[in-house]
């Protein structure tokens, strides 16, 4: 079983919205917090936002600040990123991730990539 799905990526237009979502299967929990990163061609992986599932704080990247919004279920272990006025130079392959406490672990934590989802954006 995939420890994270996500659903939601495509094709838009310069400005355009689209929205992605990622949950989390049963065979993870204890989960926190959960975010969203890309990867454009040639660069490397960033991060994009994250959510806090123990209290709800939320963090971007400056570059995305004003334009997405990161939210999230911390019962239902799901996190979804609204992105709105986008721009060619985020076409990237978008992957959710999650970290979880495992404390057998060295640094007691676990982190999780989902398969990653393609975002286009043409001008």
């Known amino acids: 079983q995939v420890p994270l799905v996500e659903s939601g990526g495509g094709s838009v237009q310069v400005g355009g919205s689209l929205r992605l979502s990622c949950a989390a299967s049963g065979t993870i929990s204890r989960i926190n917090p959960m975010g969203w990163y890309r990867q454009a061609p040639g660069k490397q992986r960033e991060l994009v936002a994250t959510?806090?599932?123990?209290?709800?704080?939320?963090n971007y990247a400056d570059s995305v600040k004003g334009r997405f919004t990161i939210s999230g279920d911390k019962y239902r272990n799901t996190v979804d990123l609204q992105m709105n006025s986008l721009k060619p130079e985020e076409t990237a392959v978008y992957y959710c991730n999650a970290e979880t406490i495992e404390l057998e672990l060295p640094g007691g934590r676990r982190e999780w990539w989902g398969q990653g989802t393609q975002v286009t954006v043409s001008s």
């Open positions: 959510f806090a599932t123990g209290g709800g704080s939320t």
